[in-house]
């Protein structure tokens, strides 16, 4: 990943995202409104994040906006039905008599662009049952699938990514 110059403004936004995230953490965790512990929460919260400030630039997250909140919570919506309907579909293999499988291997292609959204797209992939993502080659991705049923690229692609990279696409670009 090649260095990037951040400017003030950069490092002051993400610095207020990271806060804002963390004091959420904090009352997630804490469950309470007491003076002492929201001063103690947002006391830890400043410090995580002017430590932390760097790490989060580096990694390339989008500014947040209404739009990309509203595509990941329908993403995380599409990843649990789609977790869901695959744990059936793998339970319905394993306890069918002649276990009706035809495992291999295929590639598919992605659009996303940032190693961020790429690495989103392997672990959803990945935690749908009956997929598993072995690598990431460029604009590739190796997966091994229980039940293969398309072999070209571009069916597979349409079966197995394209489900998940239309949300991540706009929540990353």
Do not use: C
Not at 53 to 79: D, E
Not at 95 to 104: D, R, T, V, W
Not at 115 to 136: R, V
């Amino acid at each position: 990943m090649k260095e990037k110059n951040y400017t003030v403004k950069d490092r002051i936004k993400s610095f207020l995202y990271l806060l804002f995230l963390l004091i959420i953490i904090w009352l997630l965790i804490t469950s309470t409104f007491h003076y002492q512990e929201l001063l103690t929460g947002i006391s830890v919260s400043i410090i995580l994040a002017l430590f932390l400030n760097w790490s989060y630039l580096k990694l390339g997250f989008p500014p947040l906006s209404l739009k990309r909140i509203a595509y990941f919570i329908a993403y995380l919506v599409i990843l649990f039905i789609e977790i869901v309907k695959a744990n059936f579909d793998v339970a319905y293999r394993i306890i069918h008599p002649k276990m009706p499988i035809k495992p291999g291997i295929v590639v598919i292609k992605t659009s996303l662009k940032q190693d961020m959204a790429k690495l989103m797209l392997a672990n959803s992939i990945t935690l749908t049952p009956g997929t598993f993502t072995l690598d990431i080659l460029g604009d590739n991705l190796l997966i091994h699938w229980i039940n293969v049923r398309a072999e070209s690229t571009d069916k597979a692609t349409r079966i197995i990514g394209m489900r998940f990279e239309k949300y991540l696409k706009v929540i990353f670009d």
